[in-house]
């Protein structure tokens, strides 16, 4: 079975830290005996400047057969002044939805050599290791109606909240498959006491989860998550939640572990033909275009996507072990990026380096 990727580097420091991760594929090919048919191609404004699109009809057709899309990063205030149809954001939405891209994967976990660096006390986040699944393809970033318009003389913005039994049962089963696998204890979020869509969601994980009894069900309103996500944040293990309450939730969490440098996350779809689910990885972090070309930018995050890569399409777990260990070994050698200098300053290492020092520590794990 071929091992077929798609790469959107996109905008920003998209490129920089996915030509790290171009680095780490070939030494997979090179080391392990694991190569990779790698196309690339544009996405966001790098799409728009030369299509007028954010995402051409050819680069959508070119995702839906791939094993996985590996993108880095869209946007840019270049952009700010487009059309809303027509902005960087629109190609990413739209590989999620044509894509049916349904459960984003947002693992926060904190590496012990990092536990000093979260805004919250060490023994909080020493050791955390918690999964959001995130709804991805529904709820109020999709619903109609949509759009501002007159009424009263008044400018009205719409935007509705709406979701379908299926879309939550789906999102619950691949939540309640990754429990089963992990702490076996998933915490379902929502607001339940002010939405109505908040019941339905409440109504049918609860149902879902008479097929999977072994994982420990408990249920909490978002905003009670988020604050349980500061207070103490190793309660949880896995949590579902809604598009909006997940896009919220998961930042909260990426910023436990001190950088959003540091977070990968995986978007799964249904099975294809060959049994691997339609897949896209991509770091948490935006293209942060202050610095952009400076050799500044963290390219672990994007690393560890593709380790997600590694075990979610391509069913290479100890591959992914080894990656994700390469980079723990880093770190706790105290290689840092700029973004992961502490207090006590230092001398920071760049994206090439970064990307030199983890090439080195795979090489170690041979």
Same mark, same amino acid.
């Given at each position: ?7 959107? =580097? ?15 594929? /070939? ?11 790698? +196309?690339?191609?544009?996405? %966001?404004? =790098? ?31 270049? !952009? ?7 902005? #960087? ?47 991805? $393809?529904?709820?109020? !970033?999709?619903?109609?109606?949509? %759009?501002?318009? *007159? ?43 002010? *939405? ?23 249920? *909490? !309103? ?23 309450? %997940?896009?919220?939730? +998961? ?12 977070? #990968?996350?995986?978007?799964?779809? +249904?099975?294809?033909?060959? /049994?691997? #689910?339609?897949? @896209?990885?991509? #770091? ?22 593709? =380790? @997600?890569?590694?075990? !979610? ?28 200098? &502490?207090?006590? &300053? ?5 994206? $090439?380096?970064?990307?030199? =020092? ?9």
């Amino acid at each position: 079975m071929t091992n077929s990727l798609l790469i959107l =580097a996109g905008d920003g420091i998209g490129p920089e830290v996915m030509d790290e991760v171009k680095r780490v594929i /070939g030494w997979f090919g090179d080391k392990r005996d694991l190569p990779f048919d790698v +196309s690339e191609d544009l996405v %966001g404004g =790098a799409a728009y400047d030369k299509h007028g699109t954010p995402l051409h009809d050819d680069t959508m057709a070119k995702a839906q057969e791939v094993d996985a899309v590996l993108l880095g990063a869209v946007g840019g205030p270049k !952009y700010d002044d487009l059309d809303f149809s027509v902005k #960087p954001e629109r190609g990413l939405l739209r590989l999620r939805k044509e894509m049916d891209l349904f459960a984003n994967l947002r693992p926060a976990q904190c590496f012990d050599a990092l536990a000093d660096f979260s805004s919250l006390k060490t023994e909080i986040v020493s050791g955390l290791d918690i999964m959001i699944v995130r709804e991805l $393809t529904s709820g109020v !970033y999709f619903g109609e109606p949509r %759009g501002i318009h *007159m009424e009263d003389n008044m400018r009205v913005g719409v935007n509705t909240q709406r979701y379908t039994e299926a879309e939550i049962e789906r999102g619950a089963r691949a939540a309640f498959d990754l429990a089963m696998k992990r702490g076996k204890k998933l915490c379902s979020m929502e607001k339940a006491n002010v *939405m109505e869509s908040g019941v339905l969601w409440r109504d049918v994980v609860t149902e879902v989860h008479q097929d999977y009894p072994e994982v420990e069900l408990s249920h *909490m !309103y978002a905003d009670n998550g988020a604050m349980q996500l500061v207070r103490a944040p190793k309660q949880f293990d896995v949590i579902y939640t809604d598009n909006l309450f %997940g896009d919220i939730l +998961s930042d909260c969490a990426a910023m436990l572990t001190g950088s959003l440098g540091m977070l #990968p996350s995986a978007s799964l779809g +249904s099975p294809m033909a060959n /049994g691997r #689910p339609k897949a @896209m990885y991509e #770091p948490v972090h935006g293209s942060a275009p202050d610095i952009t070309g400076q050799g500044k930018a963290n390219p672990i995050a994007c690393i560890l996507s593709f =380790a @997600m890569a590694l075990r !979610y399409s391509f069913d290479k777990g100890a591959e992914a072990d080894r990656l994700e260990g390469a980079i723990e070994t880093v770190l706790a050698d105290g290689a840092r990026t700029a973004d992961l200098m &502490g207090p006590d &300053g230092g001398t920071p290492i760049s994206t $090439t380096q970064m990307g030199d =020092a983890i090439l080195a520590a795979l090489d170690a794990s041979l």
